[in-house]
């Protein structure tokens, strides 16, 4: 699915510059950008802003492990989304069925403070351990 309107975005100054740019053309981040899109089992945007991703994991798995992408929805004022792509794969063997959580903060992906931000990874259901 093309994502008219919607501009990457790498920072404070990147931003200002899809603010003033005229509307980007169609983008499909997937297709386009190295590493995999990787499913999740949840996500939350935390009370200071930041974003608490829960990840699959064999025990080497850390943020290093991801490219966030950021874009801007044109079209929608301070409306971004977030997706993960994994660029190193976990091939650690320790038995984490419920992942890992891995946390952002909104400087570290050049999201404002006030704008509203969502994470459009694939999500699974977390395998819960059975006791």
Do not use: K
Not at 13 to 20: K, V
Not at 44 to 50: I, K, N, R, T
Not at 87 to 104: I, S
């Amino acid at each position: 699915m093309a994502l008219a309107g919607w501009v990457p975005v790498a920072g404070t100054a990147a931003l200002l510059a899809a603010c003033a740019a005229a509307p980007a053309p169609s983008l499909q981040p997937s297709q386009m950008l190295p590493g995999e899109r990787e499913t999740i089992h949840y996500w939350q945007e935390m009370p200071d802003g930041s974003i608490r991703v829960q990840v699959r994991s064999n025990g080497c798995t850390t943020n290093e492990s991801f490219e966030p992408v950021v874009m801007m929805d044109s079209r929608r004022g301070w409306s971004f989304t977030l997706e993960l792509r994994r660029l190193q794969p976990d091939h650690c063997r320790a038995f984490l069925p419920e992942g890992v959580e891995l946390v952002w903060t909104r400087d570290e992906l050049g999201l404002p403070r006030s704008a509203s931000v969502r994470v459009i990874n694939p999500q699974a259901p977390t395998p819960r351990p059975r006791y």
